[in-house]
Structure formats: structure tokens, C-alpha cells
């Protein structure tokens, strides 16, 4: 199924909202809050949709790709701003988040987001890949420059872990 989104400027509204969800679930795992992923998704998918929405291939992979990389340029920009801070301000705390605090009553949600947190990281982007990206492992391993067997090895890892500290949480929860 090809999901490359119309050429018309009208359609690109009923295409974000199909796929920005999805998107938006990628970004969050790259960004420290749900802002910040927002704004992520929005660059990439305006970048996407100014100059790449003629390029052969999947769209969804072209957009997780490019959700990615804004989300790391934003750490990026966001870590050399911290650093000038801290510079600027000694002794303020400037503690990295890689989730915001769960909403109150939302404690499977940050069971999960926690689970998330304590995969190592080659595994938690293949998991964010596949599963939110909707990406192949081939794609994902393009995207991860790793071999499609590794990516798969990766990807079976990190659901038996994540199913371990599920599972453990129920148990003592």
C-alpha cells in the first residue's frame, strides 16, 4: 500500500492528521516533552512536505527519518543552550528528563514510559522505529546504519525486556 500523500495543498491537512499521531508517538521518544515533540513533528513534516514529497519510496519512513534528526538537532541545540546556562549560572541544576512527569492517575502510561527509559538506547530506537515509525527492519536498519538482522535481534530484545519489566511492575504493583 502506498500512503505517498496528494500533490494539493488541501490534502495535506487530512494526511497530517492521519499520520501525525504516530508521528508525534516517534517524536516523544527522541524529545524531553510533549512541546518539544510537537514542535519537532511540525518541522519535519513542513520540511517533508516543502521538498521531499516527490522523492520515491515510503513517505511514513521519509517522515520518521526526518522526525529523528529534527529531534535530535533540537537536543542538540538544547544541550549547547544548557551548557552556556550552566556556564552563566554555577551551581543550577540542570537535570536531563527523557520523559516529562505522567499525568496524575496515568500510571500504566508511565510504566510503560519508564520501561521505555531503561532500555538501552540501541534498543528503544529500533522499538520506536518499527513500532511507531512503522518502519521495515530493512528501513530501520537503513535508517540505523546496522544490518536488518540486527535490527530484528534488537527489536525481539527490547519487547522481552520491556515485557520483563512489565510484567515485574504488575507483580509488585
Request: charged content about 30%.
Amino acid at each position: 500500500m502506498n500512503s505517498r500523500p496528494p500533490k494539493s495543498h488541501e490534502c495535506w491537512k487530512s494526511w497530517f492528521e492521519l499520520y501525525g499521531p504516530k508521528l508525534l508517538l516517534c517524536a516523544r521518544q527522541w524529545t524531553r516533552t510533549i512541546a518539544d515533540a510537537e514542535d519537532v513533528v511540525q518541522e519535519a513534516f513542513v520540511r517533508f512536505w516543502r521538498h521531499q514529497r516527490h522523492l520515491p519510496g515510503e513517505p511514513m519512513a521519509l517522515l520518521v527519518t526526518s522526525v529523528r534528526r529534527a529531534a535530535f538537532d533540537l537536543a542538540r541545540r538544547e544541550g549547547r543552550r544548557s551548557q552556556r546556562e550552566e556556564r552563566a549560572a554555577v551551581g543550577t541544576d540542570c537535570s536531563f528528563a527523557l520523559f516529562e512527569a505522567p499525568l496524575e492517575g496515568d500510571e500504566r502510561r508511565a510504566q510503560i514510559e519508564e520501561a521505555l527509559a531503561r532500555l538501552p538506547l540501541e534498543q528503544r530506537e529500533v522499538l520506536v522505529l518499527k513500532m511507531w515509525g512503522e518502519l521495515t527492519f530493512d528501513e530501520v536498519a537503513t535508517e540505523l546504519g546496522i544490518s536488518p538482522n540486527t535490527a530484528a535481534s534488537r527489536y525481539r530484545y527490547a519487547l522481552a525486556a520491556l515485557r520483563h519489566q512489565l510484567t515485574a511492575a504488575d507483580c509488585h504493583g
